[in-house]
């Protein structure tokens, strides 16, 4: 595993991930998602949901790197707002 | 009733999920280790945080770069897809001529891609190559590894000579499964060729059309060997699109920190676009079965 270079901040990121992922698994079983037409016009699912507020915190984080001379957690809280929106309103 | 789901059949697609795994994520998660860490080599590694990212961002070399694979994107998909829809349109529908032409346009597809920018690279040279001692006699100025200009007029007709005939044979197989009862009813009402084109054959196509256009788009935004035999990226930078320029920090530079990070970012536009895409697919495909 050496080769793969492993830190702690990037093994709690995949760590993060897995269980975001598990629990969302878990939910299907347990409460199957409905598929809803919001603001975007698309049908979207619960995974559909949380693929969009991933990939959009990836930008939202690239656009804080570029663009802003601040700590990087601002740009979690804006990743946050940003998923409650997407689950509220997509 | 509702049919009971079988769980079971999750054990059929573990061995494709092993698959994905050993060739996608964990080399994903290591390229994600990467960019977070400098390396001088060694397997030694020093964490140095969001800095390639920032690097990257705030320079003007990936911009550059991107904007150059942008412009790439749009003018071949702006050449490629009217003219596949074209030679489509002009292709016979039936008989011995028919399947040549099939076989003629699927020619430029079974080519390796470094062997098409060898060809074109021969054929662009005014001192051997035909089209480039043709353009020289012709008493123009054509020079594709000094000029930027000239080097991107044949990297494009590079492309839509390897490529349209993709976006014709999809277009063409789009125009075959069309009912001739569209054309009898358009002959009833005496529509011009046009207005069956455009009433008829362009919204039977959409589906096959959006999938010639996602497909050339990807191919286009990932492009490498073509141009990297063809010009090697220049003259200058001028044809350096952003594989290029990942494959010469990563492999030329052994930057192998920035490159990760360049190839992150790489990979989330790719992805933003594909699914995008997707979303456009599948809507188009549920807005058809309803009509």
Known sequence: ???????????????????????????????????????????????DRLFISLLGSAFINLAWIGLVDAPQYGALIVCGLFALCVFRWV | MDKPVNQRAWILVLPVVILVAFSSVIPMMTVVNYS???????????????????ELLRSERLWDALGRQLLFSAIILAI???????????????????????????????????????????????????LGRIVSDMGISYNYAQNAFDAWVTVIAMDVWHWTSLVALLSYAGLRSIPNAYYQAAQIDQASRWSVFRYIELPKMRGV????????????????????????GGPGNATTFLSIDLVKMALGQFDLGPAAAFSLMYFLVILLISYVFYTVMITTDKDGATQ
Request: proline share 6%; aromatic share 14%.
């Open chain 2, 36 to 54: 977070f860490q400098d390396t001088f080599g060694g397997n030694e590694f020093f964490w140095v945080g969001l800095e390639w990212y920032r």
């Open chain 2, 80 to 130: 490629e897809i009217p003219l596949g829809i074209l030679v489509a349109l002009c292709m016979p529908k039936k008989g011995w001529i028919a399947s040549l032409c099939l076989v003629l346009m699927a020619l430029p597809l079974l080519i390796p891609y470094n062997v098409v920018g060898t060809i074109w690279q021969i054929f662009g040279r005014s001192d051997i190559g035909l």
């Open chain 2, 209 to 232: 059309l959006i999938i010639a256009v996602l497909l050339r788009f990807m191919d286009s935004f990932m492009i490498y060997t073509e141009p990297f035999v063809l010009t090697g």
């Open chain 1, 1 to 47: 595993m050496e080769w793969m270079a492993w830190t702690w901040p990037t093994a709690l990121f995949f760590a993060g991930l897995a269980a975001v992922l598990a629990v969302m698994a878990a939910l299907h079983i347990k409460y199957p998602s409905t598929p809803k037409t919001g603001v975007l016009g698309i049908e979207t699912m619960r995974g």
